[in-house]
């Protein structure tokens, strides 16, 4: 399957670390993207990093991707309360009529 | 509006029963996906329109599911006969283009389906 793995499967950290999460998939992708999931809602897109990237920004977010090791991973920066949620990851790769999403990671920002 | 929205948002219904769940995409996105998210699962594939048509249906689970979008805008996830393996959150997203390297899928809320 294509489906993403986040790693870990849950973060618990205080207010104003760092957050690290990473996500590996298993075929060549056309690019890959972050979500975010509240507890209950719908999923929320974060940022997009194509094949051909190594590394985007998006105000406290750090995406990396490594196509040779097929990984990637999402860094928040000066971590808030409010950025409690799961985050996912998602690929796509061929016609890209599909997003695989991975299984998650939780992260609890504790105030 | 301004968003996906899916209706009902929860929808409770007894083994054996037929359910449709709706999808209304932002206005002017071709592409439209359905998912089905487990509890603490991440979302899983179902099926993905461009247009009218059903470009991808490889991820129904069965003949039970099926689903439409006619006019090419509202889509109607249908399930027949429904089992209680069929609850989870289905949740529907659209995006402007679809196809080899779309950008941002935006989602719904989701439809919680409860089967008793």
């Known amino acids: 399957s294509q489906q993403g793995e986040e790693d870990p499967q849950a973060l618990s950290i205080q207010e104003g670390e760092n957050a690290t999460m990473n996500c590996s998939y298993k075929t060549s992708i056309n690019n890959l993207q972050w979500y975010r999931q509240n507890s209950g809602r719908g999923l929320v897109h974060l940022i997009l990093?194509?094949?051909?990237?190594r590394e985007k920004h998006s105000g406290r977010l750090r995406v990396t991707l490594d196509t040779s090791k097929k990984s990637s991973s999402l860094l928040i920066t000066a971590s808030r309360a409010a950025d409690t949620a799961s985050y996912f990851c998602?690929?796509?790769?061929?016609?890209?009529?599909?997003?695989?999403f991975g299984t998650g990671t939780s992260l609890t920002v504790i105030p | 509006g301004a968003g996906v929205s899916q209706t009902p948002s929860n929808k409770v219904t007894e083994k054996g029963k037929y359910v449709e769940l709706r999808c209304d995409p932002i206005?002017?996105?071709?592409?439209l996906y359905w998912y089905r998210q487990s509890l603490g699962q991440g979302p899983e594939f179902l099926i993905y329109?461009?247009?009218?048509?059903?470009?991808?249906d490889s991820g129904l689970p069965n003949d039970r599911f099926f689903a439409v979008r006619p006019e090419g805008s509202v889509s109607t996830l249908k399930i027949q006969r429904t089992e209680r393996g069929d609850s989870a959150v289905y949740l529907c997203?659209?995006?402007?283009?679809?196809?080899?390297?779309?950008?941002?899928?935006?989602f719904g809320e989701g439809s919680r389906l409860t089967v008793l």
């Open positions: 990093i194509r094949s051909n990237e």
């Open positions: 997203a659209s995006s402007r283009f679809g196809g080899q390297g779309t950008g941002e899928l935006f």
């Open positions: 998602a690929t796509d790769a061929g016609a890209g009529n599909q997003f695989y």
């Open positions: 206005s002017g996105h071709t592409a």
């Open positions: 329109f461009q247009g009218t048509g059903a470009a991808d």
